[in-house]
């Protein structure tokens, strides 16, 4: 099989080799659009999307300063990350994002549950712990740090970002971190993206910045 990438989609093309044969052959393509579809805004997220390492940051210290263990870590590293995202409102009209976040290999699968209320929330990941964390919509010029609101989209601009703050519940971990996320879309490598901007302060002050990316690959099933 030979692999031909381009900025925006990648084309697989499959070489068939005829049983017995070897001097005939015949060729498939394949296509698959990796852009998240212009229609899709910070207003409504739902549908399946796969992190793309390639284009995203490498977040291999924020999770060592975050206390995960070097095992976990490289099983992260060679991982697939797949999110499921359910985007809603409830009879009240309050937001929430549902996400089921699935990664290969045996690590085992999260789940962020998601109300953009900016109340906190106790969780307990099986990853990082018990966690505190609040989410809210906010629009881009109220955002304070630099790298949380630089890069997005004008359709984003427009509607707002979806803001995540989590810290370490360190009482019961004995953890000290905080995360803090912008979610929205930019557009990267000729092709419109969902993208996470994360703004990490680690136990000793250390601060680190990194960007997520996430190839669409589809709607979520009906």
Known sequence: MHMIFSRQWYKIQCIHIATGNPTFFSTATYTF???APSEMTTLDISGKFVMNKTLGDDTDEILRLQGVGWFTRKAIQMATIYLTI???????????IDIDQILTGGVGGTQEIRVLNWQERSHEDHVFGP???KSRRI???DVENDW??????ADTQEHGLVNSWVQSDTPKSG???I???TWGFEEIGDARRYVRHVYFIGPAGERIQARLVYDYQGPLDS
């Open 179 to 181: 995360a803090e996320q």
């Open 131 to 133: 966690v505190v964390g």
């Open 148 to 153: 949380l609101k630089q890069s997005w989209s």
């Open 86 to 96: 359910k985007h809603y409102k409830d009879d009240d009209g309050l937001e929430h």
């Open 175 to 177: 953890k000290t971190w």
């Open 139 to 141: 629009k881009v010029e």
């Open 33 to 35: 659009d990796m852009a």
